[in-house]
């Protein structure tokens, strides 16, 4: 009996460090917010009403790994973005980093390199079509505060004729596919599910238009949320591209060679991932 009451002290001795840091960290630190859009396959309703997404995964884990407690909710981009500028506490992903943006945040990433090119109907445009020959007729969509709207107005697009700026990113993705608009922004993953929904419809299916530039998705923070805490999500951001986590959740969606850029930049120590936009 006396060594069964001295091994469950020296278990019970174990477990408590682990619990005291954890509880301590809740205790520093309040509950985040973490605010995303409809953007599969990164992050989306499943058939249960629950957000789901590889992108969703990853963060999940990063909770988990930090002791960092907080739901994640689906929300239109519009809103998510002003409640992460206006409120304390809020982490918002995948949210694209510009100068613009660079001070309304604090940064954690990037989660994602993505490329992204605008994109329409194969069947209603000629094989050497750019962007600088569009027919003002032609109708796109994208969604408000996305950072691409500038390159559509400055190629004749303007939202009170032939330019539909929706609240939700996926409101696009439909209109498209119903064939209710001509031209949408699309990265790279996004646009391999939408040729397969067009083309299992019978539809034809895209043609790139001309490509925009890749683009880094990131996590922002609001800039209430404390120097360590960043840097503590930073470093197992980072940890998960090392040893593998990440590229478990992406390698079926993702190309290849976005994996192995983030796994490269993790694997150096300068400059680091979360680096300042020049």
Known sequence: MAYIRTLLLIMVASVLPAATAAQSRQEQFPPLRLLTEHSPPGMYLDE???????????????????????????LPWARAFELARSQSNIALFETARSKDRENLFKWVGPLK??????????????????????????????????????????????????????????????????????????????????????QAAGNSGLFRVNTLQETELYLAFSRDVSDDRIAAWQQALEQSY???????????????????????????DEPKLQRLIN
């Open 48 to 74: 249960q009403g629950k957000v789901a997404g590889v992108t969703v995964d990853l963060i999940r884990i990063l909770q988990r790994r930090l002791n960092e407690a907080g739901e994640i909710e689906l």
């Open 113 to 198: 390199l993505i490329q992204t090119a605008l994109y329409g109907h194969s069947s209603r445009f000629e094989p050497d079509l750019n962007s600088a020959r569009l027919n003002p007729r032609l109708i796109a969509c994208d969604y408000v505060n996305s950072q691409n709207i500038s390159f559509l107005k400055s190629t004749g697009f303007d939202d009170t004729r032939n330019l539909i700026l929706t609240s939700k990113h996926g409101e696009c993705f439909n209109l498209f596919t119903a064939g209710k608009v001509d031209l949408i922004i699309l990265n790279d993953a996004a646009a391999a599910q939408v040729e397969a929904s067009l």
């Open 242 to 268: 090392r040893d593998g986590t990440m590229r478990q959740l992406y390698q079926s969606v993702y190309s290849e060679a976005a994996i192995t850029r983030l796994e490269a930049m993790a694997a150096t």
